[in-house]
């Protein structure tokens, strides 16, 4: 994934889980390597598509009637976009839009340090399961 992808899905990220004051940026997790890892493993034409759309959301605040793009709209603004595009007449914008929110949101929230602020400790799961099945005599 090339730096300017990274931004633009760190900036849409950012936008649509909203994580601060409470939680850390998202450009202070993993949410973007994850991705990058994502679509390194993803067949070549499913990255691809996503890296357009990618694209896509950085330059559609201008055809929206915005001024500069995503990646340089402020906070509120970005909000504002987003809520447009989300209600967009054609079905496919709101698809599109909405598959790149669950993607955001599986990106942020499977950071692991994050899931250890929230309470949720994944390795500590692994060894509780380890060790039951062993007391069990489970394979």
């Not at 090339?2 to 909203?18: L, W």
Request: charged share 25%.
């Amino acid at each position: 994934m090339t730096k300017r992808e990274a931004d633009i899905f760190t900036c849409f990220a950012d936008t649509v889980v909203s994580p601060e004051p409470l939680l850390p940026p998202v450009r202070s997790t993993d949410a973007a390597a994850f991705l990058s890892e994502w679509l390194g493993l993803a067949p070549k034409l499913n990255a691809a598509g996503l890296r357009a759309a990618l694209v896509m959301l950085d330059l559609a605040p201008r055809a929206m009637g915005f001024r500069v793009g995503l990646r340089k709209l402020n906070r509120a603004d970005r909000a504002r976009f987003l809520q447009r595009v989300e209600k967009h007449k054609a079905p496919a914008v709101r698809q599109a839009v909405k598959a790149l929110k669950g993607i955001a949101f599986l990106c942020y929230y499977g950071d692991d340090s994050l899931m250890k602020r929230l309470g949720y400790d994944a390795d500590a799961n692994v060894a509780r399961a380890r060790a039951l099945r062993t007391a069990e005599g489970r394979p």
